[in-house]
């Protein structure tokens, strides 16, 4: 055929804070509600990579502050990130999605090794990827990997999601109540303006190689299923 549409693939970035509901461990019902969410837009067709945090369980800065040694306490961090993969995975099936888990760091009992091209096979099949273990490199962020992930397995868009925030503010609105949201900015002004987005590696990654971003809060119900479809709710970020 010659006009074939090509499926809507995105990268979805979820972080710590989200599996956690705000402590330390795994609120299961958060986690619950976000798999059943994204289960609805992967009934319709769109081809979902996820990336995981792990703030709920470690930080290495953190822990580097605290004493340790940074690369270890990395490591730690990167791990903890496998944990809320496997909840995760649990929620999604349980859903009715098929997935995989692909980590950084192989641990061949509970998931596969990060392999690009079987990642983008799974996702070609309506299987949702799950990544973990970060990059398998201490010094680097969840949010540098979503961008690294997304664009070698050709996602379509990165889709940041947020705890307390529904997207990129002037300013911190839980402290400026004059702070407005922003439909758009630049990978640039996110960079120039220290806005609060994400890490300037993985701005300058996605500003370098042009992908496009959208920044959304995900505790408004429907909020996930909106975004994986391609509502334009948020802030959208783009070279
Ligand atoms: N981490 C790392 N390399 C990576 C990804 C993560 O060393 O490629 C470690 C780092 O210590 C980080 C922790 O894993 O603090 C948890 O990841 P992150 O803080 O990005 O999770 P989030 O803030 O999204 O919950």
Do not use: W
């Not at 837009?41 to 340790?68: D, K, P, T, Y």
């Amino acid at each position: 055929p010659t006009h074939v549409v090509p499926a809507r693939r995105v990268l979805l970035k979820l972080s710590g804070e989200t599996f956690g509901g705000g402590r330390v461990g795994l609120d299961v019902g958060v986690v619950r509600r976000v798999a059943e969410e994204i289960a609805v837009a992967v009934r319709g067709g769109v081809q979902v990579a996820i990336v995981v945090g792990g703030g709920n369980f470690f930080r290495g800065a953190e822990l580097s502050a605290s004493g340790m040694d940074r690369a270890r306490a990395d490591y730690m961090g990167m791990l903890g990130t496998v944990m809320n993969c496997l909840a995760l995975q649990d929620l999604l099936e349980q859903a009715g999605v098929s997935t995989r888990v692909q980590t950084a760091i192989t641990m061949g009992q509970v998931a596969e090794p990060y392999i690009p091209l079987r990642a983008i096979r799974h996702l070609e099949k309506g299987r949702v990827v799950i990544f973990g273990a970060g990059a398998g490199m201490p010094y680097f962020s969840t949010d540098t990997v979503s961008a690294q992930r997304a664009l070698e397995t050709h996602c379509q868009e990165v889709l940041m999601g947020k705890n307390g925030v529904d997207g990129v503010y002037t300013a911190d609105p839980r402290k400026d109540p004059d702070a407005t949201l922003l439909e758009h900015l630049t990978y640039t002004d996110a960079l120039v303006g220290d806005l609060a987005v994400m890490d300037a590696t993985a701005l300058s990654l996605c500003r370098d190689n042009g992908v496009a971003m959208r920044v959304f809060g995900l505790e408004e119900p429907g909020n996930v299923t909106r975004v994986l479809q391609g509502e334009k709710i948020g802030t959208s970020v783009t070279a």
